[in-house]
């Protein structure tokens, strides 16, 4: 199985700060990996597909970049709607795992 | 505008199954790959298994392989995930998704889920 690691955890920031989020997977996913924003007792939502593509009606201060084993998604002004929980997902093989999640918290 | 509903909380002792439901509406399910992701409590998220059309086959995460079942009804655009044995490590919060297929700037094309269940609870306790 394919190994995914996020950092920071947690991460504390405040409101208008650039926040990055790294995922890093344990073998080469090309850009097969997707970032997803959950917050308590909602269903997560999709962000970014292919590691940069911006998901229809998200914010364009949302980005992700990267390719091989090494990806990260920016915040570029951090507001209030964003204090959640965000995970990396690679889609390149089966299982279909998860990073293990960033808890974006107040400072 | 696909909309995923999904069936009520339950509570099951453990050694228990769990049938969890998921309807589509504004589409056809049979166009569609569903996944299952679960949630415990104080944990992330956790993929536990969907249809893949490339393979034209459902696969299931190793650690539930046994114990899980999943679905469709498609006369009625429902899908089901079936747990058995459960025990209290099973307690957790189960989304439906469907896995789209998208296109990269490359010419690949990338699985993901972009649309989720509200969620289904189901509590393990003796």
């Known amino acids: 199985d394919i190994q995914m690691t996020q950092s920071p955890s947690p991460l504390s920031a405040s409101v208008g700060d650039r926040v990055t989020i790294t995922c890093r997977a344990s073998q080469s996913i090309n850009r097969y990996l997707n970032w997803y924003q959950h917050k308590e007792g909602r269903a997560p939502k999709l962000l970014i597909y292919?590691?940069?593509t911006l998901q229809s009606g998200v914010s364009s201060r949302f980005s992700g970049s990267g390719s091989g084993t090494e990806f990260s998604l920016t915040i570029s002004s951090l507001q209030p709607e964003d204090f959640a929980t965000y995970y990396c997902q690679q889609s390149y093989s089966h299982p279909r795992t998860f990073g293990q999640g960033t808890k974006v918290e107040v400072k | 505008q696909v909309q995923l509903v999904q069936s009520g909380a339950e509570v099951k002792k453990p050694g228990a199954s769990v049938k969890v439901s998921c309807q589509v509406s504004g589409y056809s399910l049979t166009k569609l790959s569903i996944h299952w992701v679960r949630q415990a409590p104080g944990g992330g998220l956790e993929w536990m298994g969907g249809?893949?059309?490339?393979?034209?086959?459902?696969f299931y995460a190793q650690k539930f392989q046994g114990r899980v079942t999943m679905t469709e009804d498609t006369s009625t655009d429902t899908a089901y995930m079936e747990l058995t044995s459960l025990s209290s490590e099973d307690t957790a919060v189960y989304y439906c998704a469907t896995a789209d297929l998208r296109p990269d700037t490359r010419g690949y094309y990338i699985s993901c889920m972009d649309v989720w269940g509200e969620g289904t609870t189901v509590a393990v306790s003796s």
């Open positions: 292919a590691a940069s």
């Open positions: 249809f893949d059309p490339a393979d034209g086959k459902t």
